[in-house]
Every structure is written in structure tokens, then in C-alpha cells.
């Protein structure tokens, strides 16, 4: 059956930088890796961007010290724990769907622990799958801080959630980074690619010339309006 021009509203037919003079195109397809991300692309990326718009990105982010909090609780993903840090700090963010996983959190009796270097590690395997790949993506990009909601605000804590909640906008705002969580419908799902085995997908490529492959590309859009997340009322 002949496919109608609806399907293929997302999706554009696009070269593969890896047929490029050395796989350097920018904003073509690539293959997709089916066994772990290609961390040391993102990290090249994440290179590119502060080089090209660092600074004219960096003009337009608000500033958390401009209002009550000067410091903002975050994640150590190389000290594995929980540390206070200035609100101007270089950290990523995750944008997640908590759905029926039970999620570890922060309180207001654990605190002091988790702030203990390793403290995370101990309690690793209570940790939902996506926050454990979030915290390994952000230290294997090189980066060190990371800011997860869950562990970040101490969740039987009102005053603590009166004091960070009205700025939840600008925590993900001044972020260098937000990873989403767009897969799955809870926080077991995991970030697929960032654990051995944990991708699976499938790709049409098809080589129309020697050494030069074209691929069907389907839009983020497209695979956002069937994902759990994107029916959340704030992402």
C-alpha cells in the first residue's frame, strides 16, 4: 500500500554525515549507534555550541542570585552526594515523568547523609533507572553538577519547596543542559544508550550511490506526541 503524504509530514530524507569527509556534517542523519550513545560526539556538540553562541545564549538566561536563592542545591556526580552550590555554577538538568516508579528523595532526615561524599553510591540500586543514567551521563560528559528535582528539594520540606519552587523556571533556564527523559512512562524507564544494551531502534537507510547513504529522519515532534512526557502539564 502506497504510504500517504500525512506519514511522511515528520520525516525528511537527509545525507549521512558519515559518508562526509570526515562524518562532519553538522545537521545531517547519522547512524544510530544500537548499543550506547556516542558520548565523545555529544561532548564534541556540547564544544561547538560554546564556541559558536556561548556567549549569546549565556545573554539571554535569567540569573537565580538576581532573586532568593544565591546558592542552589545540586547533585556531585563525581563526589557522588549532595552539595550546595553558587546559583552562577555550570550544572545540567533533567526533565523526567516520575508515572508509578517509586522515586528516592531527598528528606529532611537523610539530608546530612547524602550530603557525605559516596552517600548516592550506597543507596545506588534505590535510585530509579533514569536518575541513575542521568547522573552517569553528566559525570561521562565531563560535567560535574546536575539538578534533579527528587533530590534537590527535600520533598517533606514546605518551606524548602515554598523557597525553590517559585524558581523552577530559572533553574532550567540557567542550566548549561537539560536532559529528556522522553521514553517510557516512569523514572525506571532509563536514558537508552547511556547503559550497554538499552537501545534498540530501528533505521531506513539506503545507499543510492558507492559510499553514499540517505536516510529517513522522523521528526522530534512526531515521537514527542506519542511519549508519556509530552502529556505532562509542565515539562
Known sequence: MRPSINEFDYHRITLLADDTPEGKGLFLGRII????????????????CIRWHGAGCEETLSSLSSGRISKLRVIDTWRLCIVDESSECIYLTLSYVWGSATVFKLTSTNLDELATPGALKKVWRQLPRTIQDSI????????????IDSL?????????????IPYMDS???RAFLTIAAATGDSADAGLPGVRKGSR????????????VRLSSIRHLRDALDES?????AWT
Open 33 to 48: 549507534p544500537q548499543d550506547k550513545i556516542k558520548m565523545k560526539q555529544i561532548v564534541k556538540w556540547m564544544q561547538y
Open 136 to 147: 552517569t551521563l553528566t559525570s561521562t560528559l565531563h560535567e560535574r553538577y546536575l539538578w
Open 152 to 164: 534537590c528539594i527535600i520533598q517533606d520540606s514546605d518551606a524548602d519547596k515554598a523557597h525553590y
Open 171 to 173: 533553574i532550567y533556564d
Open 200 to 211: 534498540g531502534c530501528s533505521q531506513i537507510i539506503e545507499e543510492v550511490l558507492p559510499s
Open 228 to 232: 508519556v512526557y509530552e502529556s505532562r
